[in-house]
């Protein structure tokens, strides 16, 4: 950080290193956030949200420099989450949607693009969730069910981070309808097709996740989900 900071100072004009300093900010951020340090995590995310700003408006044409500022701003919405103040974290998370989305539009076969889409509708979907707003954190989880498929599809299973954001969807999107039948919010007449859709994307779910499994290339997290998804007990509803 100190070196890097020191090459900006020295030509402070310069956007390669004025993007350079703002990641050290954000591996800093990142290092506090680790740690549970939420005061230097976010006063360093807040620096490498204004520099983004910065850079972004000096160039926005580059979508490279545009995603950065959407990062920024869904490290900051991260922060917000953590410490429970959920109207900045949403402030945060609907502006990182907001320029992710304008990312994909414009760039849509570009498959970083279209993952940071699904992650920024994951991020919306689980705060809605635990805001208990369960309607909108459904439908936030379905769309990104929904292009974390295609990304499973068009990576063939085979990038780890885009096979869990999959089976992660498939999991979230079970639950909250399995929630909602148990509240009697799904009509009796469309309870037997939802039961039906959930066992499908679970089992969507599970067979995306296996074969790494077998490959030992899951960690903790992910092979705890995978046995979720394989419990069938859960359908005992």
Do not use: C
Request: no cysteine.
């Amino acid at each position: 950080f100190r070196i890097m900071k020191e090459i900006y100072q020295s030509s402070p004009e310069n956007l390669s290193y004025k993007n350079g300093l703002a990641i050290s900010y954000s591996k800093l951020g990142g290092i506090y956030e680790a740690t549970g340090d939420w005061k230097n995590a976010l006063e360093n995310y807040q620096e490498y949200n204004r520099l983004e700003k910065e850079i972004y408006q000096s160039s926005p044409e580059n979508l490279s420099y545009k995603n950065g500022l959407a990062i920024s701003y869904s490290k900051l919405g991260g922060i917000y989450e953590a410490t429970g103040e959920w109207k900045n974290a949403l402030e945060n998370y609907q502006e990182d949607f907001r320029i992710t989305k304008e990312i994909y539009q414009s760039s849509p076969e570009n498959l970083n693009y279209k993952n940071g889409l699904a992650i920024s509708y994951e991020k919306l979907g689980a705060l809605y969730l635990e805001r208990k707003e369960v309607e909108k954190a459904l439908d936030h989880f379905e769309k990104s069910r929904e292009l974390s498929m295609d990304l499973w599809k068009s990576t063939q299973g085979q990038i780890v981070s885009v096979t869990y954001g999959f089976a992660y969807d498939s999991w979230q999107v079970s639950d909250i309808l399995k929630e909602m039948i148990q509240n009697g919010e799904v009509d009796e007449a469309d309870i037997a097709s939802k039961k039906e859709s959930i066992k499908a994307m679970r089992r969507e779910g599970y067979e995306a996740l296996r074969p790494l499994a077998e490959a030992e290339a899951l960690q903790q997290n992910q092979l705890a989900l995978l046995q979720e998804l394989a419990d069938e007990s859960w359908y005992d509803f």
